[in-house]
């Protein structure tokens, strides 16, 4: 199948001449816009940008009259899979009650949790599946998704096979992550709950997700500094890649930590500041940004009732781990909990208002910055012999992805060569 793109402006993520790899401090900015460009797809590859292309008998074409064509998103840190949902929870914060309160009380994570475990897994996976065509409608060719609302040996292997089977249908790319270290589960008591996702259902997910990445979140209420690093010491020995949430709301020495095992990414960094902030620049760890988060908890994640944007709301300070030379990415963080929101547009949108981010960065770090911190080097930017996931937006101007809010960009969605979404009239 051959498909033409004709007379776009094209936004192609292309590397600054002669840099090579992740993009950070100024090969994230600087990006370049050619017009009246032709792109031209066969067998889900990109054959050839130009002028004046022609498309191969039967080939489809797509006229995108001015508008912009850039690579597909690529979401890096989702919880998209869960059963239930936490609007009841929601409401409660509104009213004041915090986060960690919530969820000692047996609510929030627990909540999802026990929805998770009395869920079949053909309804895990059939809800997970609407959700993915969700992303791929918002212009998500590559996501991320995590486990971590079994809390058990049975109900995370449940999880990771519902990633795994929705997957298979879905004509995007989907990673998984085990989440093994997410909230606790308290009817059996910390102790015994670490002991039990470290020396049982750790090795029952290498058994069968050998190499999967293995994540955790290292917060108060969730799980210490001492017992995260028994964790990541585990699954390391086995051959896992390691990722963490860190800093969300507290900061307990986990980037120093990471950095120092050499952790592929750490996510939130909300409360990370100063030392460790320099300290994750410097190294290979991937900073990840999830704005969302920050501006749907708010105030109430210390028990504050909602009453606008305050400054007691803290956003990951990503123009200083920009400027200091880190690798910097930005994702939803799709949950039912603290992120009920699957759009890539208004992470952008965040990330550029929030945590500093100019708008070249903030589309950096949802396309080949993620794209190369998942393990995938033919994504993310348009060139001959690339991966052809794209995203036509209805913008003539790129900057108008990160300046609307709330709007529906994505008029084209191109996955592996297909067209997945189209507006012909837009």
Request: proline letters at 4%; glycine letters at 10%.
């Amino acid at each position: 199948m051959s498909l033409l793109i004709r007379r776009c402006r094209l936004l192609s993520m292309e590397a600054p001449q002669g840099f090579v790899g992740v993009r950070t401090g100024e090969a994230m900015r600087g990006l370049r816009v050619r017009e009246n460009v032709d792109v031209l797809v066969r067998a889900g590859r990109i054959e050839a940008v130009g002028d004046g292309l022609t498309v191969p008998p039967g080939g489809q074409v797509i006229d995108a009259r001015g508008d912009v064509l850039m690579p597909g998103f690529v979401d890096c840190h989702t919880h998209l899979c869960w059963a239930g949902n936490r609007i009841d929870e929601w409401t409660r914060r509104l009213a004041g009650e915090s986060y960690l309160q919530i969820l000692k009380d047996g609510g929030g994570i627990m909540s999802t949790v026990r929805a998770v475990r009395e869920t079949p897994l053909i309804t895990l996976t059939e809800e997970l599946r609407k959700r993915l065509d969700a992303a791929l409608r918002q212009g998500i060719t590559t996501i991320e998704i995590k486990s971590g609302y079994g809390l058990n040996t049975e109900a995370e292997l449940k999880m990771l096979r519902a990633i795994r089977d929705a997957a298979l249908t879905w004509p995007g790319t989907v990673v998984l992550t085990a989440l093994l270290g997410h909230a606790m589960d308290t009817s059996i008591g910390d102790r015994a709950f670490v002991e039990r996702t470290i020396n049982e259902t750790l090795p029952a997910v290498h058994a069968e997700f050998p190499g999967v990445a293995v994540d955790l979140f290292c917060e108060e209420g969730a799980w210490t500094l001492s017992d995260s690093l028994q964790l990541l010491n585990a699954a390391k020995e086995l051959g896992h890649a390691l990722r963490v949430h860190a800093d969300q709301f507290t900061s307990r020495g986990m980037v120093t930590e990471a950095v120092r095992m050499g952790v592929l990414s750490v996510d939130h960094l909300e409360q990370t500041a100063g030392t460790e902030l320099d300290l994750l620049a410097k190294s290979q760890t991937f900073g990840v940004g999830l704005p969302i988060t920050a501006i749907n908890l708010g105030n109430s994640a210390k028990g504050t009732p909602f009453t606008g944007m305050s400054a007691g709301i803290k956003f990951a300070n990503l123009r200083e781990l920009v400027d200091r030379g880190g690798r910097v990415c930005l994702a939803t963080n799709t949950n039912p909990g603290s992120a009920p929101s699957i759009s890539i547009p208004l992470v952008v949108a965040l990330g550029v208002r929030f945590c500093g981010l100019t708008v070249d960065e903030a589309l950096t770090a949802v396309t080949i910055n993620p794209a190369m911190m998942l393990g995938f080097k033919d994504r993310g930017v348009i060139a001959s012999g690339k991966r052809a996931d794209l995203v036509l937006l209805r913008h003539s101007d790129y900057r108008e992805l990160a300046y609307e809010l709330g709007g529906d960009p994505v008029r084209a969605v191109i996955v592996g060569g297909h067209v997945a979404r189209y507006y012909a009239s837009a």
